[in-house]
C-alpha cells in the first residue's frame, strides 16, 4: 500500500489537537518478558500490541506461559523464574526485542529450543549477546551465518556467576542478560564494555525493580539477584510514536499534544522531543535516542541552520541502513546531505515531491511521512511497514489532519 500524504502547510485552522498513541514498545515487551518469568499472575494494561509485540506474546507462550488478552490488556500467569517446558520452537519474527530477549531466556533455562526468525532478522548480527551467553555456559549451533537466526540454543543448567557484554552495537544486549539473570539461581555478575546510550537500561532496571528485583551496580558491573513477583501494570504510551506527532509541531506550528506523555517518563526518547523545541539546527549526538535520527533528518531540510546527526553508526544494523535511507530519501526529494561513518549532515532548502522508499522499515515511513505536510508530492511506499509497532499510524496522520484543518 503506498500513503499519498497531504500537504496541509499554512491550512490550519485548529493548531492544538490532542491524539492518542499505543502503549510503549520497548516496555511491553520487557513487562511480557518479567510478568512470564514471575509468581503469580500479573495484569498489563495499555499494553501495545502491533506485529512485534504480538511476536513477543506468542514466543512467550511458547515457552509454556499461560496468557490472555482482552484488548490491550493482557493477563499473565507467570512461572516462577523454571519456564514450564524444557524445549520447543520460537519465533521471533523481525522482533528485535524479542529476539534478544528470549534468546537470554532460553540460554539460561537448561532447555533446548530452536530459535528462528524472519529474513530480515537473519540479517542482524546477535553476536555480543552469544558471547556472554556462551560464557555462561550455554551452547549455540547455527544454520547459516555464524551469530545469526535461526539456530538451536542449549541453556545452562549450572550458570557461570559472572559474564562480561559488548554493548557498543545494542544496550539490548545487557537489558537480555540482566533480565534473564533470576534464571541462574544466584547472584549473576555482568560486566559492560564498550559505549552505547543507557536510558534503555535505566527502563529495565526500573522495571524489574517494580517487578521485586533490585540490580546492584558499580562501576559498569551489575549484580542481579532474588526473583520477580505478579503485579498490575500500567503501560505508558509510546514517546517513539508520540515523536512524529511533536515533529509535525516543528513543521507545521501546531501544538498537537500525545494523550498520556509526561515530561518524565522512562522511555529516552523524550530526548527528542525536548531537543525540538529550540532547535534550529546544528550538531547532535542522537546516541542516546537513536531511533529519532530518521526524524530529525526528516525535519532538517526545513530548520534555519543545517543539521549534522552524529553517534548513530550502529543504526545501519537496524531494520535497514537508516543512515543509507536517509541518503537515499532526502536526495530524492532534492535535499543536499552528506553521509557519515556514524550519521549524516544535512543543509536546508526547499523540498519537492518524491516516493520514499521504506527498506521495511516502519521507522522510515512514520519519519518522512511529516514532510508530506509541508511538501507536495510525498509518497510513502510500502506504508503498511508500520504494522511492525503502529498498525493504525496512517488512520491516526489522517484523523489529525482532518481536525487541524
Not at 500490541?49 to 507467570?78: M, N, R, W, Y
Not at 526518547?269 to 534550529?280: A, Q, R, S, T
Amino acid at each position: 500500500m503506498d500513503y499519498q500524504v497531504k500537504n496541509i502547510y499554512g491550512k490550519i485552522k485548529n493548531r492544538s489537537v490532542a491524539v492518542r498513541v499505543p502503549g510503549s514498545k520497548s516496555i511491553t515487551a520487557r513487562a511480557l518478558l518479567l510478568a512470564a518469568l514471575a509468581e503469580g499472575e500479573s495484569v498489563l494494561y495499555n499494553a501495545q500490541l502491533s506485529d512485534d509485540c504480538a511476536t513477543f506474546l506468542t514466543a512467550v507462550k511458547s515457552l509454556g506461559i499461560s496468557a490472555e488478552t482482552d484488548g490491550s490488556t493482557v493477563k499473565i500467569k507467570g512461572c516462577g523464574g523454571k519456564l514450564p517446558v524444557s524445549g520447543g520452537e520460537i519465533y521471533v519474527g523481525s522482533a528485535g526485542t524479542a529476539a534478544r530477549f528470549l534468546t537470554a531466556i532460553c540460554a539460561l533455562s537448561g532447555g533446548e529450543f530452536k530459535m528462528t526468525s524472519s529474513e530480515q532478522m537473519q540479517k542482524r548480527p546477535q553476536g555480543a549477546l552469544i558471547a556472554a551467553l556462551k560464557s555462561l555456559g550455554a551452547k549455540f549451533t547455527f544454520f547459516g551465518e555464524e551469530n545469526c537466526f535461526p539456530f538451536i540454543v542449549r541453556g545452562t543448567a549450572e550458570c557461570a556467576d559472572c559474564a562480561k557484554v559488548d554493548i557498543t552495537k545494542s544496550s539490548q544486549f545487557l537489558s537480555a542478560l540482566l533480565m534473564a539473570g533470576v534464571l541462574a539461581g544466584k547472584p549473576l555478575r555482568v560486566r559492560t564494555v564498550g559505549a552505547h546510550g543507557l536510558d534503555y537500561v535505566k527502563m529495565t532496571l526500573d522495571m524489574m525493580w517494580s517487578f521485586g528485583v533490585n540490580v546492584a551496580e558499580e562501576g559498569g558491573v551489575y549484580t542481579v539477584s532474588g526473583g520477580y513477583k505478579a503485579k498490575r501494570y500500567d503501560i505508558e504510551p509510546d514517546v517513539s510514536a508520540a515523536c512524529y506527532f511533536y515533529a509535525v509541531n516543528k513543521l507545521l506550528g501546531a501544538d498537537i499534544s500525545v494523550a498520556g506523555v509526561m515530561p518524565h517518563t522512562m522511555q529516552g526518547d523524550i530526548k527528542f522531543i525536548n531537543l525540538l523545541k529550540n532547535f534550529e539546527g546544528g550538531k547532535v549526538d542522537m546516541s542516546a535516542f537513536s531511533d529519532q535520527a530518521l526524524t530529525l533528518a526528516a525535519v532538517a531540510p526545513y530548520l534555519k541552520e543545517p543539521t549534522e546527526i552524529c553517534g548513530v553508526a550502529h543504526i545501519r544494523g537496524q531494520e535497514c541502513d537508516r543512515i543509507a535511507a536517509i541518503k537515499r530519501n532526502l536526495t530524492a526529494m532534492g535535499v543536499s546531505c552528506e553521509e557519515r561513518a556514524d550519521g549524516v549532515k544535512i543543509y536546508p532548502c526547499v523540498p519537492h515531491g518524491a516516493e520514499i522508499e521504506t527498506f521495511g522499515d516502519h521507522r522510515v515511513a512514520m519519519a518522512f511521512s511529516v514532510c508530506g505536510l509541508r511538501t507536495d508530492g510525498i509518497v510513502i511506499k510500502d506504508a503498511e511497514v508500520c504494522s511492525k509497532t503502529f498498525k493504525e499510524y496512517f488512520e491516526t496522520l489522517d484523523n489529525l489532519i482532518e481536525r487541524l484543518i
